[in-house]
């Protein structure tokens, strides 16, 4: 990973402006049949019955209405490796679930290839997106913004992008969903826990660990997770339990706890192979397709 001098923005807004067609005088045209209908409130259009931007105005405005959240998770997260003495509470095991014969085959490779100082099919050094859960217990922070209607995330590790909408939306339709490394993100509150349902993920570069425990994930891939701020404020812990019949048996279950970082920010990244030399799994030279 690079990380260069320019700044990161978290989260580019772009606002569409559409310029009302009128007739001479001030009668306005008529819009054309089948047209979104333009939101009086906001000036931008609003197809009828379309699901608003978690940064639309009045879908935060209602969000606001409904009562505030029992926490906010805005800040930057780090994994809590106990001041080094945990280095690996990174990964999701072990224990591990019983995995199928062909995610067993990848895994017990990739520790054999481990032993002989290589490394086995590490999409990520190839600039492939970490993917959830990854991205959340690299050794990089994770930033988070809430607003009333999302919790938007990104990661020091390749910038990698999340969002979990906390606006009442349900998941989009399987048919017309784009599936992502990340999944999609839907969240609700229970009680102080922010339950979050993640699914549609991609299919394919998409590894649930790795370095001498590669374990693959596909298109089955179900994730739900607890968040939880502990009694001390600076201290999150997220509950995972993890499903996905084409890789292993029932569920994997993993708690991790992350500690508040005050003194980082989360800039830009750029992944490019070979130029780092202090990530291994970044050589070229050590990769075993």
Not at 76 to 103: A, Q
Request: negative net charge.
């Amino acid at each position: 990973m690079i990380r260069s001098n320019g700044v990161f923005v978290l989260t580019a807004i772009a606002l569409i402006t559409v310029a009302a067609c009128q007739q001479s005088g001030t009668t306005e045209k008529a819009a054309p049949e089948g047209a979104p209908a333009a939101s009086a409130a906001a000036g931008t259009p609003a197809a009828p019955g379309a699901q608003l931007s978690a940064l639309a105005p009045q879908n935060i405005a209602r969000a606001k209405a409904a009562g505030a959240p029992p926490f906010d998770l805005t800040g930057n997260w780090f994994i809590d490796t106990e001041d080094g003495k945990k280095p690996e509470n990174w990964r999701f095991g072990p224990p591990y679930p019983k995995l199928t014969p062909e995610s067993q085959k990848h895994f017990d490779l990739s520790a054999q290839l481990a032993k002989e100082g290589k490394v086995y099919r590490d999409d990520i050094a190839e600039c492939y997106p970490a993917g959830l859960p990854l991205i959340m217990t690299r050794y990089w922070p994770m930033a988070m913004v809430q607003i009333p209607t999302a919790v938007y995330m990104v990661s020091g590790f390749m910038n990698s992008f999340r969002t979990v909408f906390i606006d009442g939306r349900p998941h989009t339709d399987a048919d017309v969903v784009i599936r992502t490394a990340n999944g999609e993100s839907v969240g609700h509150f229970e009680g102080d826990t922010l339950v979050v349902d993640t699914q549609y993920f991609a299919d394919d570069h998409h590894w649930m660990d790795q370095g001498g425990r590669s374990i693959p994930a596909g298109a089955q891939l179900h994730i739900v997770e607890r968040f939880r701020l502990l009694k001390d404020v600076d201290k999150l812990e997220i509950a995972y339990t993890m499903t996905d019949p084409e890789h292993w048996e029932g569920e994997w279950k993993s708690t991790k706890q992350f500690v508040r970082v005050n003194d980082i920010d989360v800039g830009e990244v750029v992944c490019t192979p070979d130029l780092n030399e202090h990530l291994k799994s970044t050589q070229s030279r050590a990769y075993v397709k």
